[in-house]
């Protein structure tokens, strides 16, 4: 169910942004294994690089950031959108901020999605 509620049929980008030096260094510890799940689930994992070029090169991309707004208000990658996703809404969400998700997503169907937080626990 979370799957249609979120988004039907649009294809994810899910972008994990971990502020941290372990991106210099290279691929984080914790990269393969999330890979795993979020194929597992139907989701791509992309870099910050990656992302970039995507929204370089589209402009029917939405980069939606899920953090908190007082972490958004703090920095955000450009032309991101907030819609704070919590650890209550990881099953379901309720119906008015489904609507509120409807309403950030727009009807545009076939878009790309890139959803983003600051780390992965």
């Known amino acids: 169910m979370r799957k249609t509620i979120i ?3 649009i294809f994810i980008l899910l972008l994990l942004v971990v502020i941290s ?3 210099a260094k290279g691929t984080p510890v914790w990269w393969s294994s999330a890979l ?3 194929q597992k689930d139907g989701y791509t994992l992309t870099t910050p690089e990656e ?3 995507l929204s370089a090169s589209s402009t029917n991309t939405i980069i939606l950031d ?3 707004d007082y972490e958004f208000k703090t920095g955000h990658l450009p032309g991101a959108k907030n819609f704070e996703i919590d650890l ?5 969400l309720k119906p008015q901020k489904a609507e509120a998700f409807k ?18 626990r």
Request: a neutral charge.
């Open 7 to 9: 988004l039907p049929t």
């Open 21 to 23: 030096p372990s991106w």
């Open 36 to 38: 795993a799940e979020a």
């Open 51 to 53: 992302i970039q070029s």
């Open 66 to 68: 899920v953090r908190p």
């Open 88 to 92: 209550g809404d990881r099953l379901e």
């Open 103 to 120: 309403h950030v997503l727009g009807t545009d169907k076939n878009r790309e999605i890139v959803i983003y937080c600051r780390s992965f």
